[in-house]
């Protein structure tokens, strides 16, 4: 069972090689992950600009992906999405960086025991992509927002972000806002006229809504070719991984669109982890793994990571929500 595979590989973007840390899954009761401590993935935005720097790096040479997992097995049969899969969907009043989501039940017998807990889900507008730095950057200047600061770790005695918040560096505009807490995400949200989707919500359309699909853009195994990844051996073997398939940072937003989700969203696995509305007791669950993300789980659509509200790691951003008409 899946309950028993909550092993999460998060590598740290300063070092980049891979450690691991406890995770959650949808449902679970897995160790959460404080600020200054191991554990990150994330970030979102909503404005897509023509970027000057999607193709800046070579493709990873074959050979440098980390071999399919095989510790779990689909509880369904494989999901081999139709030619409508990745479609954008939208309805008249949906806004252009936005798709739409037909509601509908589902049961979380991924990463629970039976009987299985029942998920309902009503009609929701989410951004297409995750928020960019672009996008976010108008917010601070409207003052509803503060520019993203990072998270101290007491591990290393430096600063997360030294080398990775994307609203610091020059040409990254369209690379999505990261080193926000769960309050810069707010408050994002609630100035662009929209909330942040609940873990729920934000399941339903990874998992292909009632097709239960493993990954947003089916049941095959994660890589570079449809995710923001960390690359086992990516530089030259142990010890040499690369985060961000090789660049070593998140990439623009859209950037793989052949991992776009069912209903056209992109980037649901991988580039950045994203906020969501939901709690685990003391703790917000955060979703959709990360660049640092090697493990298949992590970039699954039922992994969940619970995460202190005030972390702000430079691999957790922001993705919009709202309910149909605004």
């Known amino acids: 069972m899946r309950s028993a595979l909550r ?32 554990g990150a993935v994330g970030v979102s935005p909503a ?16 050979g440098t992906e980390a071999p399919a997992s095989t510790e779990y097995a689909p509880p369904h049969p494989p999901v081999v999405p139709g030619p409508e899969w990745g479609t954008v969907v939208r309805r008249e009043t949906t806004p252009d960086d936005m798709i739409f ?21 009503v009609d929701f507008e989410l951004d297409r ?40 560096i020059k040409g ?15 408050a994002y949200c609630k100035w662009a006229g929209k909330r942040l989707p609940t873990q729920w919500e934000w399941q ?27 690359l086992i051996g990516g530089k030259g073997g142990p010890g040499k991984d690369a985060t961000g398939c090789g660049r070593e940072s998140t990439w ?33 669950i955060i979703r959709g793994g990360a660049f640092s993300q090697v493990h298949p789980i992590n970039l699954t659509s039922w992994q969940d990571i619970p995460m202190d509200p005030a972390t702000r790691y430079e691999d957790i951003g922001i993705r919009c929500a709202r309910d149909p008409g605004g």
């Open 204 to 230: 339903w359309e990874a998992r292909g809504r009632d097709a239960g699909a493993d990954f947003p853009w089916g049941d095959a195994a994660s890589s570079c070719e449809v995710a923001v990844k960390c």
């Open 101 to 121: 989501v037909a509601g509908g039940r589902y049961f979380l017998h991924e990463t629970t025991d039976p009987p299985y807990e029942e998920r309902v889900v």
């Open 47 to 62: 404005s897509v600009e023509v970027s000057d720097d999607a193709q800046s790096v070579a493709p990873a040479k074959p």
């Open 252 to 284: 623009p937003v859209g950037s793989k669109p052949r991992g776009a989700s069912r209903d056209g969203a992109l980037d649901m696995a991988g580039n950045v982890a994203e906020w969501t509305s939901s709690t685990n007791g003391d703790y917000q």
């Open 7 to 38: 092993r999460a590989v998060v590598c740290v973007l300063a070092a980049t090689t891979c450690r691991s840390v406890e995770g959650a899954g949808a449902g679970g009761g897995a160790e959460p992950v404080a600020p200054g401590g191991d």
């Open 129 to 168: 992509t995750e928020v960019t730095v672009a996008a976010y950057r108008r917010c601070v200047s409207a003052g509803a927002c503060r520019p993203p600061v990072s998270t101290h770790d007491p591990e290393s005695g430096r600063t997360r972000h030294d080398a990775a918040c994307n609203y610091g």
């Open 172 to 186: 990254r505009r369209n690379h999505p806002v990261n080193c926000v807490d769960l309050s810069d995400a707010e």
